[in-house]
């Protein structure tokens, strides 16, 4: 008994840690849900929570590289035009660019993109030797992703997809959907960014649940929440929503 009124003070101290950190940044907006209510509901909705991909860490890292400001469709293509087009990611790192920017020209900003996947392989190199973030797995959280963030063009995101999908760590990704979603469930203010958004929301979800958070709010913005016309009256999470449509022209009077 003794452990587990242990554990309620534990948990009790945690989440006013989280409600602080939330108080802070959130501006005005108060959320309707919990996280852990959001997940309950949207979970029979969508399934069981998988991540989109079982890759080894350098291949998320540069498909993350190649999804940046195009479609999933056009990003695959060229990941596997890219990986066709080399023996190896060491060859990849001093070939010739021009050679990876015909190879990912499918995906979009191939100018920016190639050298960049080959500063990133380069940079790894350097730092460590052979072309393998397992050794990220065995690290803590924070410094796996100030690791990654040391590489060219890295941000919050892109280290987010190589720690929670390759390496099955509790990394908040945040996208466009998520983030669109999470504003408008008042987890985040509307004033937040989207890079600080990951880092907010990290410390309200509880580890366990990152993906089924990341995964379900995804679904979620693409299906229900859309940007221009959100489907307030089919949603299962309108009665809890701060930014619902049924309920703005009664807040106006």
């Given at each position: 008994m003794a452990k587990a009124k242990g554990l309620g003070e534990k948990t009790r101290k945690h989440r006013v840690k989280r409600d602080n950190r939330r108080s802070s940044t959130s501006e005005t907006m108060e959320p309707g849900l919990s996280v852990e209510e959001i997940i309950r509901r949207l979970e029979p909705?969508?399934?069981?929570?998988?991540?989109?991909r079982q890759w080894d860490p350098i291949s998320e890292l540069i498909f993350t590289i190649l999804s940046q400001n195009t479609s999933d469709y056009n990003s695959e293509r060229?990941?596997?035009n890219l990986m066709a087009a080399f023996d190896s990611w060491e060859e990849m790192a001093y070939g010739d660019v021009g050679k990876?920017?015909?190879?990912?020209?499918?995906?979009?900003l191939a100018k920016i993109k190639a050298p960049r996947i080959q500063a990133v392989?380069?940079?790894?190199?350097?730092k460590r030797?052979?072309?393998n973030l397992s050794f990220l797995a065995e690290m803590p959280l924070k410094e796996a992703k100030?690791?990654?963030r040391q590489l060219p063009g890295v941000g919050p995101k892109t280290a987010g997809c190589v720690l929670l999908f390759a390496l099955n760590k509790p990394a908040m990704v945040v996208d466009t959907h998520v983030?669109?979603?999470s504003k408008r469930l008042g987890l985040v203010g509307p004033k937040v960014s989207a890079d600080d958004s990951?880092?907010?929301?990290?410390?309200?979800?509880?580890?366990q649940d990152v993906l089924p958070f990341h995964v379900y709010l995804i679904t979620h913005g693409r299906r229900v929440c859309k940007a221009q016309r959100p489907l307030c009256p089919q949603c299962v999470l309108e009665d809890g929503c701060p930014s619902s449509l049924l309920r703005q022209p009664a807040q106006s009077h």
């Open positions: 909705l969508y399934g069981p929570a998988q991540g989109p060229a990941c596997a990876i920017a015909a190879a990912i020209q499918i995906g979009g392989l380069r940079t790894i190199i350097e030797g052979p072309l100030e690791w990654l983030y669109r979603v990951h880092e907010i929301l990290e410390e309200l979800v509880p580890p």
